[in-house]
C-alpha cells in the first residue's frame, strides 16, 4: 500500500513525464505466478500481458507453461502457482474430493453455435446417425475425458446405443491417418486439429457431442486455492477485472492473436487463421458451471451435483465490469 507522499510523486512524475524509477513502480503491482497451456483457451494470460491489461489493473503476473490440466491443479494446490487454468470439469471432480479450490474467471467457453469440438467420419461412410456407430469403433484424444465421455452420451441421446460403441484413445495429431485408413470408423476431434481435418475436404461432421451436456457452458477456468483466494481479495479481483477485459478484447481480435497463438505453440500463423478458435466467456456466470457440474452427475463422473456457487470465489461472486 503506498501511503499518501508516494502516491502524490507518482502522480506527479506521471503528469510530468519523469521516469518513476523501477523499485518505487514495483510496490505499486501485486506480483501473481500464474499457469497455463500453450494452446488457444490457454491464451488470455499472454494476451494480457501483450496487451498490459494487467498491468493496468495493477498487476504484475509471471506466465508459466505446463502441459496439462493436472499438473497445473497440483502446482496451484502446491503452491507453486498462485492462479492456474483447468477444465471445469477436472475441477468439478476435484471439488467433489474436497479439493480446495476457486474459480476466479472463466476462460473458453462452449457455444453450440461455434463448436470447436465435433464427432467426424470419413466422408464416403455409410455412418449417418447415432443409430449407425452400433457395434463401430470411435477414438477420442483421452478415455474417460469430457468429450469422450459427452460422445457416449450424445449417441444414446440421438437413437443408437452407446454400450455396443467401442473406444480407442490416440492422440490427436494422429486421429486424421486413422480415420482416414479405416482404423476407426468416427472421432471426436477438437481445435486445431478440427479444422485441418475438414479442410482436408475427407471429413464430415456427423454431430456435436458437446451438446449432450448443453448448448452453452463453461469449458475452463481459472482456478485459486480457496485460502489464497479468502486472503487474497483485492488482488483476485483485479484480476478477475483484468480477465474480463481481456476476453473482451481476444474475441474481437482474433486476427491479431493468432500471431500470438503461433509463437507461443510454435505453429503456423496461417493455418491458426484458416482454422476455429476458442471462444472467451466474457462473464462467470454460475449457470454455465451448473451444466458442466449437472452433466457431470449424470455421466456418473460425480455422486451428486451440487450448487456451482460452492465452486466460485466469493470475491468474485455476482461481480459486474
Same mark, same amino acid.
Given at each position: 500500500?503506498?501511503?499518501?507522499?508516494?502516491?502524490?510523486?507518482?502522480?506527479?512524475?506521471?503528469?510530468?513525464?519523469?521516469?518513476?524509477?523501477?523499485?518505487?513502480?514495483?510496490?505499486?503491482?501485486?506480483?501473481?505466478?500464474?499457469?497455463?497451456?500453450?494452446?488457444?483457451?490457454?491464451?488470455?494470460?499472454?494476451?494480457?500481458?501483450?496487451?498490459?491489461?494487467?498491468?493496468?489493473?495493477?498487476?504484475?503476473?509471471?506466465?508459466?507453461?505446463?502441459?496439462?490440466?493436472?499438473?497445473?491443479?497440483?502446482?496451484?494446490?502446491?503452491?507453486?502457482?498462485?492462479?492456474?487454468?483447468?477444465?471445469?470439469?477436472?475441477?468439478?471432480?476435484?471439488?467433489?474430493?474436497?479439493?480446495?479450490?476457486?474459480?476466479?474467471?472463466?476462460?473458453?467457453?462452449?457455444?453450440?453455435?461455434?463448436?470447436?469440438?465435433?464427432?467426424?467420419?470419413?466422408?464416403?461412410?455409410?455412418?449417418?446417425?447415432?443409430?449407425?456407430?452400433?457395434?463401430?469403433?470411435?477414438?477420442?484424444?483421452?478415455?474417460?475425458?469430457?468429450?469422450?465421455?459427452?460422445?457416449?452420451?450424445?449417441?444414446?441421446?440421438?437413437?443408437?446405443?452407446?454400450?455396443?460403441?467401442?473406444?480407442?484413445?490416440?492422440?490427436?495429431?494422429? #486421429?486424421?491417418?486413422?480415420?482416414?485408413?479405416?482404423?476407426?470408423?468416427?472421432?471426436?476431434?477438437?481445435?486445431?486439429?478440427?479444422?485441418?481435418?475438414?479442410?482436408?475436404?475427407?471429413?464430415?461432421?456427423?454431430?456435436?457431442?458437446?451438446?449432450?451436456?448443453?448448448?452453452?457452458?463453461?469449458?475452463?477456468?481459472?482456478?485459486?486455492?480457496?485460502?489464497?483466494?479468502?486472503?487474497?481479495?483485492?488482488?483476485?479481483?483485479?484480476?478477475?477485472?483484468?480477465?474480463?477485459?481481456?476476453?473482451?478484447?481476444?474475441?474481437?481480435?482474433?486476427?491479431?492473436?493468432?500471431?500470438?497463438?503461433?509463437?507461443?505453440?510454435?505453429?503456423?500463423?496461417?493455418?491458426?487463421?484458416?482454422?476455429?478458435?476458442?471462444?472467451?466467456?466474457? #462473464?462467470?456466470?454460475?449457470?454455465?458451471?451448473?451444466?458442466?457440474?449437472?452433466?457431470?452427475?449424470?455421466?456418473?463422473?460425480?455422486?451428486?451435483?451440487?450448487?456451482?456457487?460452492?465452486?466460485?470465489?466469493?470475491?468474485?461472486?455476482?461481480?459486474?465490469?
Amino acid at each position: 500500500m503506498l501511503d499518501g507522499s508516494r502516491r502524490t510523486f507518482l502522480a506527479a512524475a506521471g503528469a510530468l513525464g519523469v521516469a518513476v524509477p523501477v523499485a518505487l513502480r514495483a510496490q505499486t503491482l501485486t506480483h501473481l505466478v500464474l499457469g497455463t497451456a500453450p494452446t488457444d483457451s490457454g491464451m488470455p494470460p499472454v494476451i494480457a500481458q501483450r496487451t498490459g491489461i494487467y498491468r493496468r489493473n495493477g498487476l504484475d503476473v509471471d506466465v508459466q507453461f505446463m502441459g496439462s490440466g493436472a499438473s497445473l491443479v497440483a502446482a496451484v494446490i502446491g503452491g507453486t502457482l498462485q492462479i492456474g487454468t483447468t477444465s471445469t470439469i477436472g475441477l468439478v471432480t476435484a471439488h467433489a474430493k474436497g479439493i480446495p479450490l476457486q474459480i476466479v474467471a472463466p476462460t473458453s467457453i462452449y457455444l453450440s453455435e461455434k463448436p470447436g469440438e465435433l464427432l467426424l467420419v470419413r466422408k464416403d461412410s455409410p455412418i449417418r446417425t447415432a443409430a449407425d456407430l452400433t457395434g463401430k469403433t470411435i477414438a477420442s484424444p483421452a478415455l474417460g475425458d469430457l468429450i469422450s465421455t459427452a460422445t457416449f452420451a450424445w449417441i444414446d441421446q440421438n437413437g443408437g446405443d452407446a454400450k455396443t460403441v467401442h473406444q480407442v484413445e490416440l492422440p490427436s495429431a494422429a #486421429t486424421p491417418a486413422a480415420l482416414a485408413a479405416g482404423r476407426i470408423d468416427a472421432a471426436a476431434m477438437n481445435e486445431p486439429r478440427l479444422s485441418e481435418a475438414m479442410q482436408s475436404g475427407n471429413f464430415r461432421a456427423l454431430g456435436k457431442p458437446y451438446d449432450a451436456i448443453a448448448p452453452r457452458f463453461l469449458i475452463a477456468c481459472f482456478v485459486v486455492r480457496t485460502d489464497f483466494g479468502n486472503t487474497h481479495v483485492d488482488a483476485v479481483r483485479r484480476f478477475a477485472r483484468s480477465q474480463h477485459e481481456t476476453n473482451v478484447f481476444a474475441n474481437a481480435h482474433q486476427d491479431q492473436t493468432a500471431v500470438w497463438l503461433a509463437d507461443v505453440a510454435k505453429l503456423d500463423p496461417a493455418a491458426i487463421e484458416r482454422g476455429g478458435r476458442a471462444y472467451f466467456a466474457e #462473464t462467470l456466470a454460475p449457470a454455465d458451471v451448473q451444466h458442466v457440474i449437472d452433466a457431470a452427475a449424470r455421466f456418473k463422473l460425480i455422486d451428486h451435483a451440487f450448487d456451482a456457487r460452492e465452486m466460485i470465489s466469493p470475491a468474485v461472486l455476482n461481480q459486474r465490469y
